[in-house]
């Protein structure tokens, strides 16, 4: 979703189409990092879950979970906004470069080390419209009086446009309204992604409505 949101950011219109092969073997060259230079360590070869080839566009290459068509969308929005983008919307990612990176082309697929409440709090930004409001496990401390004692005032900034959150808002509303997610279909307006690692070791969703954002992770 970090790239996701970082396109549309760029003016990538939600139409466009990339050709998506089962199998990619893509040249890490492609990759812009945040010095401007190529990250270009090696060649990256991505797999679809299914190793179904297909043209998708933002809406369908979401949709469907296709990793072909983000590791190519990566490759031109850059690598470095994206992880800049979750870092702003409360993903602790601290290692940039160097031994166990986590700003890599690989990024789009999920390799960083990130908790359910750092996802949770990231698509919390989508629901608010852009706003990134930082996660309180305590609002306030009342005496028994239910007097005030000490107020923990909320955080919040914007970190992206409302045009931008609400076409995410739209793109990850498939997710449930018929893709991969429909069985957790509300009775109310919601939105989330899937997320699985290879070989099904963890599996994620992260869901959110208006009001309200959960994430659940089952590791094996």
């Not at 190519?72 to 850059?78: D, H, N, Y």
């Not at 919040?156 to 429909?182: K, P, W």
Request: overall charge negative.
């Amino acid at each position: 979703v970090f790239v996701l949101a970082t396109a549309i950011e760029q003016g990538i219109p939600l139409s466009h189409v990339i050709s998506s092969p089962g199998s990619l073997a893509i040249s890490e060259s492609r990759y812009q990092d945040c010095d401007g230079e190529p990250y270009g360590y090696g060649t990256w070869t991505p797999d679809n879950y299914d190793l179904t080839s297909r043209a998708a566009n933002l809406y369908s290459g979401t949709r469907l979970s296709v990793n072909t068509f983000f590791a190519q969308l990566e490759a031109e929005t850059g690598i470095c906004k994206p992880f800049n983008l979750a870092r702003r919307m409360g993903v602790e990612l601290t290692n940039p470069t160097g031994p166990g990176a986590e700003r890599v082309p690989s990024f789009t697929l999920g390799v960083p080390g990130a908790s359910p409440l750092e996802m949770a709090e990231a698509y919390a930004t989508f629901a608010a419209r852009g706003m990134h409001c930082a996660s309180r496990p305590v609002t306030a401390i009342l005496d028994s009086a239910k007097h005030e004692v000490k107020d923990y005032p909320s955080k919040c900034n914007r970190v992206m446009q409302e045009s931008t959150a609400d076409a995410v808002n739209d793109v990850l509303r498939g997710v449930i309204e018929g893709g991969f997610a429909s069985a957790q279909a509300l009775d109310q307006p919601a939105a989330g992604k899937t997320g699985t690692t290879q070989d099904a070791k963890s599996v994620w969703f992260i869901g959110y409505t208006p009001q309200r954002a959960a994430a659940a992770m089952i590791a094996g």
